[in-house]
């Protein structure tokens, strides 16, 4: 198991940056790909951005691909979203999760495929 706390959220004006922050358990974190998700106000939960487990390979939903970077530092057992240019439609809650396989080959888009999540950051946007 992985606990995961996620920080770094706030309130922006729309084409401003935010980064957020993932802090896990450092004996397992490294072993498991990471995933960001999303949840805005009356909408489902959905899939910001993924990273495996060594860090060589990423990928993003349309939505934020060229606005968003997803980075981990397994030495620090962290994972960070940087997110640049801002929109307000980004706004939601933000939760940092872990990917259920250790060492997966590939990334995992959907809400099934992780089983240790944190427990969200709130991000504002204003227009």
């Known amino acids: 198991q992985v606990h995961l706390v996620e920080s770094g959220g706030g309130l922006v004006q729309a084409g401003g940056s935010l980064r957020l922050s993932c802090a896990a358990s450092a004996s397992t974190f490294s072993i498991y790909g990471m995933g960001w998700f999303r949840q805005a106000p009356g909408k489902e939960r959905e899939f910001v951005a993924a990273?495996?487990?060594?860090?060589?390979?990423?990928y993003y939903a349309d939505s934020v691909k060229g606005r968003f970077t997803i980075s981990r530092d397994n030495a620090e057992s962290t994972v960070s979203l940087q997110m640049n240019s801002l929109k307000p439609e980004d706004t939601a809650v933000y939760f940092c999760?872990?990917?259920?396989?250790?060492?997966?080959?590939?990334?995992?888009?959907?809400?099934?495929?992780?089983?240790?999540w944190g427990q969200g950051t709130q991000v504002t946007v204003s227009s």
């Open positions: 999760a872990a990917d259920r396989a250790r060492y997966r080959r590939v990334l995992v888009t959907t809400l099934r495929e992780y089983g240790n």
């Open positions: 990273i495996n487990w060594s860090g060589g390979n990423t």
